[in-house]
């Protein structure tokens, strides 16, 4: 069972960028389809991206063109590239590895605060 910590969030202006990390603990190659998502303040989370095991990737329709989700199977490591932020970009982002084999959990991350602010 891996576990997942973010990293990389904080308070940028908007119009810049930051690039969030999710690193696990274990490997994450073959087994998992690696997501992003956020929650803002008063709402439901919702998915940002996702990259499946085998490179394909999903996007929000919100996030597309800006947000680039990538992942580097030696570190087991997954980013969010975030380009062109907007305030309502601002919330709290958790990564999640999302299991394509039995045997194995879904699993949540801490989630980092990312804050979208002049």
């Known amino acids: 069972q891996v576990q997942l910590v973010e990293s990389g969030g904080g308070l940028v202006q908007p119009g810049g960028s930051l690039r969030l990390s999710c690193a696990a603990s274990?490997?994450?190659?073959?087994?998992?389809?690696m997501g992003w998502y956020r929650q803002a303040l008063g709402k439901q989370r919702e998915l940002v991206a996702a990259?499946?095991?085998?490179?394909?990737?999903i996007y929000a329709d919100s996030v597309k063109g800006r947000f680039t989700i990538s992942r580097d199977n030696a570190k087991n490591t997954v980013y969010l590239q975030m380009n062109s932020l907007k305030p309502e970009d601002t919330a709290v982002y958790y990564c999640?590895?999302?299991?394509?084999?039995?045997?194995?959990?879904?699993?949540w991350g801490q989630g980092t605060l990312v804050t979208v602010s002049s």
């Open positions: 999640n590895a999302d299991p394509e084999r039995k045997g194995y959990l879904e699993v």
């Open positions: 990259m499946f095991s085998g490179g394909g990737t």
């Open positions: 274990g490997t994450i190659y073959s087994i998992y389809t």
